[in-house]
Structure formats: C-alpha cells, structure tokens
T-cell receptor, first 114, second 107 residues
C-alpha cells in the first residue's frame, strides 16, 4: 500500500508570493491533517479535513487555507508569504479520527521563503 | 483549546542509560498517541493509550497513561543509538502535539 505522498518535496518562494502544496493520502483514508514544523515551535496543527469538510482548525492566520477533494486528496495554500512561513509542512492521513486511528505522515514539503 | 506540554525539550544520554519523557495536559484526554521522528524523517506512530492507568510495553519502551488521563510518559530502558530522534505525544481529541523531546545518544 502506498504511503502518504506530498508534492513538491522542496519549494523556494519569495515574500509576497503564494504557494500550493499537495497531499495524497493512503488509499481508503478519508481524514487529512496538515501541520507546520519549525525547529523552535515543534508540530503546529493547521487544519483537518474529512470528506471534503474542514473539521478542525488551528491558530493560523487566514493566509493559510486548505481544501479536500472527493478522492480525499488535499491541498493547502499560503498566500502573501512571509519569511516566518519557512518551515516543513507535513500532511498526515488517517482512516477516521473519530475511530482514534493513528496518523500516517508524508515526508513533507520544505518551504523556504526568501 | 487543549494544551499538551512535554518535557524535557532535550535529553542527551550515554548509550545504555535510561530515558524518560513526560507529557502533561491541561484537560482530561480521551486517549493519547506517541510518535517518533528520526532526524530528517517524518513522525511515525508508536502507540496509543486509552485507559486510565494503562501501561504498554514495546521491547525497551514503556508507555504509561496517568490515572486522571491528564499525563503520560514514555520510558526507554538502556538506550541505543537507534533510539535517537524526537518523541512526540499527541492528544487525540484535537490532535495537538506536544513540543517533543529530542533524544541524542552518545555511543
């Protein structure tokens, strides 16, 4: 079974630009969560989607948005990039959080904002 | 929202020494999950604890869930260099992660 796939692996953008990251969950997984990981802040929860609906949202500004498609694939978008947005963005899928199933993480997209 | 605090932030041990990381929540948790992230890798699920006072073992790793379901610990006996990484706890209710404990092991 293929794992969680995130594209692209690396991205370099300049301040003010916008970026879209993609995540393909494990087949059959309907829940997709996004996390931002930085050395000083650990894993910060961005949002979670289930069946194309956002179920939970972290404390990030509105510049961070996401969506989920009918095939459970998910994208997250960051507009008006700031230097502080440089981080590793991790996507995780699970069967269903209501069943308390474990999160399966992808390898992440490393975003650098210059 | 739920706050999950994890200590210590860093731990450096000599190979063969024991290691413990602690996770504390401001609210009662339905259950808790533990993950390990190797350097350069992504978090990998280790275990889930559900019951009050539960203790689970995986070889040299022992996981505990407090009686009040507000705290948890991970103990590694006789650390090895393969244990190097960052260990995270996560409250399942809203999947907020602790800041993690970064373990380094000196051979």
């Amino acid at each position: 079974k293929a794992g969680v796939t995130q594209t692209p692996r690396y991205l370099i953008k300049t301040r003010g630009q916008q970026v879209t990251l993609s995540c393909s969950p494990i087949s059959g997984h309907r829940s997709v969560s996004w996390y931002q990981q930085t050395p000083g802040q650990g894993l910060q929860f961005l949002f979670e989607y289930f069946s194309e609906t956002q179920r939970n949202k972290g404390n990030f500004p509105g510049r961070f948005s996401g969506r989920q498609f009918s095939n459970s694939r998910s994208e997250m978008n960051v507009s008006t990039l700031e230097l502080g947005d440089s981080a590793l963005y991790l996507c995780a899928s699970s069967l269903s959080r209501n069943n308390n199933s474990p999160l399966h993480f992808g390898n992440g997209t490393r975003l650098t904002v210059t | 929202g739920q706050q999950v605090m994890q200590i210590p932030q860093y731990q450096h041990v000599q190979e063969g020494e024991d290691f413990t990381t602690y996770c504390n929540s401001s609210t009662t948790l339905s259950n808790i999950q533990w993950y390990k992230q190797r350097p350069g890798g992504h978090p990998v699920f280790l275990i889930q604890l559900v019951k009050s006072g539960e203790v689970k073992k995986q070889k040299r790793l022992t996981f505990q869930f407090g009686e009040a379901k507000k705290n948890s610990s991970l103990h590694i006996t006789a650390t090895q260099t393969t244990d190097v990484g960052t260990y995270f706890c996560a409250g399942v209710d809203d999947m907020r992660f602790g800041a993690g404990t970064r373990l380094t092991v000196k051979p």
